[in-house]
């Protein structure tokens, strides 16, 4: 009986030890690593960031938002009957006018083409204080609804709803924001990550240069880095009085038709965590590693197929009836 005794002790005692052990590893690592995911989170990595000139015959748009700022945007379309409107998100410290080179073709085909700069970028109003890192955060929704909202105001609106076609941080403000509204039909990206996705591979890898017992780092399931990858971002975003988004959630409930693409030799956005965010979208989806590209070079390593590919998915998903644009907003 005696040994009864102190087997049930014991059993009952362990599972109490294991959580007094893993709650000092976590408070030993909050401590020991957050600070580093918090600095490397906040660094912008160099980005060669495509910049057009202005188009003679654009519309020159002003769009407000909801928190009183004004975004410069441009809505290009073409004389000719209207096959759907486009929604372009740009990528991160692009302008306005870079949109051309992705949707010059689109508009070829019929499509009108809508773009914005977003808040402290380009010629929009600068919120003050803020300080726009590369991840999407509740700035870049707010800029999204109201491009949203302005295309919904005018005259030619298309009743049926649009089509969003974003590059890297615009491709994820976009299905943020398209998540919660219906009148996005579909949406092609290129380029999308997620904070959370993209920054635990790399906790991994910073903290086996800082420690050195390899034994822990591989019994640490990839939700507990995910724990510390999250309280980071939220920390930051704390400090610069802004929520990060992320985009993993609102892929689980965008469930439109989705073309993901994404270069295989991205050296910021590795393959596999694009992948893994593509998990997360509900179908109808479809997935096109580009052979080559670098973030965000798939247009120029795979120019003709990069266009047809984009092209095909809007005219099965978003092209319906022909509809001649009214004259109203010319």
Same mark, same amino acid.
């Given at each position: ?45 160099? /980005?060669?960031?495509? @910049?057009?000139?202005? !188009?003679?015959?654009? &519309? =020159? ?5 909801? #928190?009183?700022? %004004? ?20 990528? /991160?410290?692009?302008? @306005?006018?870079?949109? !051309?080179?992705?949707? &010059? =073709? ?5 499509? #009108?083409?809508? %773009? ?215």
């Amino acid at each position: 009986m005696l040994w009864i005794s102190i087997g049930m002790a014991v059993l009952l005692t362990l599972p109490l030890v294991l959580f007094i052990l893993l709650a000092a590893l976590y408070w030993y690592l909050r401590l020991a690593y957050v600070p580093f995911i918090e600095r490397i989170f906040q660094e912008i990595p160099y /980005f060669n960031v495509p @910049r057009g000139q202005p !188009l003679p015959g654009a &519309e =020159h748009v002003a769009v407000p938002t909801s #928190d009183g700022l %004004t975004l410069a945007g441009c809505y290009f379309r073409r004389c000719r009957p209207r096959r759907g409107v486009i929604l372009f998100g740009l990528e /991160f410290g692009s302008n @306005r006018w870079s949109c !051309l080179a992705y949707c &010059e =073709h689109l508009l070829e085909a019929g499509y #009108d083409v809508f %773009t914005y700069e977003p808040r402290n970028q380009g010629d929009s109003d600068a919120e003050p204080k803020l300080e726009p890192l590369q991840w999407v955060s509740d700035r870049d929704l707010r800029d999204a609804q109201a491009a949203l909202a302005y295309l919904k105001s005018r005259p030619d609106a298309d009743p049926n709803g649009i089509g969003w076609f974003g590059i890297s941080k615009g491709a994820g403000a976009g299905i943020v924001a398209a998540a919660e509204d219906s009148y996005v039909r579909c949406a092609v990206t290129d380029g999308m990550y997620s904070s959370c996705i993209t920054v635990v591979p790399y906790m991994r890898h910073w903290i086996r240069i800082y420690n050195k017992n390899y034994t822990v780092q591989e019994l640490l399931p990839t939700w507990y880095y995910a724990l510390f990858a999250k309280l980071g971002i939220r920390r930051v975003g704390r400090q610069r009085g802004v929520e990060f988004l992320h985009v993993e959630q609102a892929l689980r409930r965008f469930g439109r038709p989705l073309l993901m693409l994404h270069g295989q030799q991205d050296g910021y956005i590795q393959p596999e965590m694009a992948l893994k965010l593509f998990e997360h979208a509900r179908p109808p989806k479809d997935f096109w590693m580009i052979p080559g590209a670098n973030h965000n070079k798939g247009l120029e390593v795979a120019g003709d197929e990069y266009r047809r590919r984009v092209r095909d998915f809007f005219d099965q998903h978003l092209a319906g009836e022909l509809v001649q644009p009214s004259q109203s907003a010319a």
